[in-house]
């Protein structure tokens, strides 16, 4: 639903458009991370530039024994926590790392990443399914990455997964959508939201993502390595918002071969202008 209000809007246009994800209903649909930064104490104001209320955590970062140094202690109470596997390299790894996230505290969401690769850091989706499976049994909210494979993606419906997080170029490498045919597939044929992570290098590549139907997007290198991260993380929660509402307000028809005139040839100034050639 459309609704305008000058008032208090300025003219701007609202789009009723909430996320909602596990049970959770959310005004932004851009995720960021905790990783690369150069102090933990910077992660409160990213996360309150960037709008975001979704930030994933390695649990390997997180020590409860420990009040300062617990990197939990940064991430604003009002964040939804989704504890990553990071560092498992195989389901029953993946599936220890969530039940000790949700142990110390974490909750019931989580992201699995199993990677055995240690070169390209690719994920194995055979084993990424296998523990969404008993995860989701277990009453967990289920967030796998994967390469953005059809196949591993429809087993991961069956397997119960909230969404599914295709990669758009390998972690870390701010290189972009380099598998947006890929994710393009993704977005058309499966029933739950395609959310894209790892790789997103420019906000408008997270527009891009987010104009082709994406559902949401998770940056973390792009923001943290940035030369100013708080802006970054600004322009970044700017981009997902607007590529959103481009995608809703459904694009514009390509036309390729020849021009078309913006306006129509009815009501040329014609004779008033062989007057003036005259």
Request: overall charge neutral; some cysteine; proline content about 6%.
């Given at each position: 639903?459309?609704?305008?209000?000058?008032?208090?809007n300025d003219?701007?246009?609202?789009?009723?458009?909430?996320?909602?994800?596990?049970?959770?209903?959310m005004?932004?649909?851009?995720?960021?991370?905790?990783?690369?930064?150069?102090?933990?104490?910077?992660?409160?104001?990213?996360?309150?530039?960037?709008g975001?209320?979704?930030?994933?955590?390695?649990?390997?970062?997180?020590?409860?024994?420990?009040?300062k140094?617990?990197?939990?202690?940064?991430?604003?109470?009002?964040?939804?926590?989704?504890?990553?596997?990071?560092?498992?390299?195989?389901?029953?790894?993946?599936i220890?790392?969530?039940?000790?996230?949700?142990?110390?505290?974490?909750?019931?969401?989580?992201?699995?990443?199993?990677?055995s690769?240690?070169?390209?850091?690719?994920?194995?989706?055979y084993?990424?399914?296998?523990?969404?499976?008993?995860?989701?049994?277990?009453?967990?909210?289920?967030?796998?990455?994967?390469?953005?494979?059809?196949?591993?993606?429809r087993?991961?419906?069956?397997?119960?997964?909230?969404?599914?997080?295709?990669?758009?170029?390998?972690?870390?490498?701010?290189?972009?959508?380099?598998?947006?045919?890929?994710?393009?597939?993704?977005?058309?044929e499966?029933?739950?939201?395609?959310?894209?992570?790892?790789?997103?290098?420019?906000?408008?590549?997270?527009?891009?993502?987010?104009?082709?139907?994406?559902?949401?997007?998770?940056?973390?290198?792009?923001?943290?390595?940035?030369?100013?991260?708080?802006?970054?993380?600004?322009?970044?929660?700017?981009?997902?918002?607007?590529?959103?509402?481009?995608?809703?307000?459904?694009?514009?028809?390509?036309?390729?071969?020849?021009?078309?005139?913006?306006?129509?040839?009815?009501?040329?100034?014609?004779?008033?202008?062989?007057?003036?050639?005259?």
């Amino acid at each position: 639903m459309e609704t305008i209000d000058p008032v208090k809007n300025d003219g701007e246009t609202t789009l009723d458009d909430p996320f909602i994800l596990g049970g959770k209903r959310m005004a932004s649909r851009l995720f960021i991370g905790t990783g690369k930064y150069g102090a933990n104490a910077l992660i409160p104001y990213i996360a309150r530039a960037s709008g975001a209320e979704v930030i994933t955590v390695a649990l390997r970062r997180v020590d409860a024994s420990q009040s300062k140094g617990n990197i939990l202690s940064h991430i604003p109470p009002h964040m939804q926590l989704l504890p990553n596997t990071s560092g498992a390299r195989t389901a029953e790894e993946a599936i220890r790392i969530a039940r000790l996230a949700r142990a110390a505290g974490c909750g019931n969401w989580i992201k699995i990443e199993v990677i055995s690769d240690a070169r390209y850091l690719l994920p194995d989706g055979y084993e990424t399914a296998k523990a969404t499976e008993i995860l989701n049994k277990e009453g967990f909210i289920v967030l796998p990455y994967i390469n953005p494979d059809l196949y591993v993606a429809r087993s991961l419906v069956n397997a119960g997964a909230a969404a599914v997080m295709p990669l758009g170029a390998p972690i870390g490498t701010n290189r972009g959508l380099a598998t947006r045919e890929m994710i393009a597939i993704l977005i058309e044929e499966i029933p739950l939201p395609i959310i894209v992570d790892a790789g997103i290098g420019r906000p408008s590549q997270a527009c891009e993502a987010m104009e082709m139907g994406a559902a949401a997007c998770l940056v973390n290198t792009a923001i943290a390595t940035a030369r100013s991260p708080l802006e970054m993380a600004r322009a970044f929660g700017r981009a997902v918002r607007a590529g959103r509402t481009a995608y809703l307000a459904g694009l514009g028809r390509v036309l390729s071969g020849h021009g078309e005139a913006s306006s129509p040839e009815e009501g040329r100034l014609t004779g008033f202008l062989d007057d003036e050639n005259g």
